[in-house]
Nanobody, 117 residues
Framework: QVHLVESGGGLVQAGGSLRLSCAAS????????MGWFRQAPGKEREFVAR????????YYADSVKGRFTISRDNAKNTVYLQMNSLKPEDTALYYC??????????WGQGTQVTVSS
């Protein structure tokens, strides 16, 4: 079992930045990959970014590539999502998730990001 708590969301103007954090507990943090997802009102949840167990490999959705950066601090059991050059279409509830193998097995409750134009 893994417990995840996201933080760092808020209201920001277009072009601004936010850094989301996701604190994990319950299993050895460095033993699993992590991902960020988002869901906007009326839309399906979509993949944003993924980071490997060591942090050496990262993957991004095309819509955020070059603007968002995923990172992790295994000593602090925390994964981050640095979001720059935010756009109104980035408005969504952002979730972090644990990937034990190929799927995502544990999810946080989400943190709201709202980007005003």
């Amino acid at each position: 079992q893994v417990h995840l708590v996201e933080s760092g969301g808020g209201l920001v103007q277009a072009g601004g930045s936010l850094r989301l954090s996701c604190a994990a507990s319950g299993r050895t943090f460095s033993s699993y990959a992590m991902g960020w997802f988002r869901q906007a009102p009326g839309k399906e949840r979509e993949f944003v970014a993924r980071i490997s167990r060591s942090g050496a490999n990262t993957y991004y959705a095309d819509s955020v590539k070059g603007r968002f950066t995923i990172s992790r601090d295994n000593a602090k059991n925390t994964v981050y999502l640095q979001m720059n050059s935010l756009k109104p279409e980035d408005t969504a509830l952002y979730y972090c998730a644990v990937s034990l193998r190929s799927s995502y097995d544990y999810w946080g409750q989400g943190t709201q990001v709202t980007v005003s134009s």
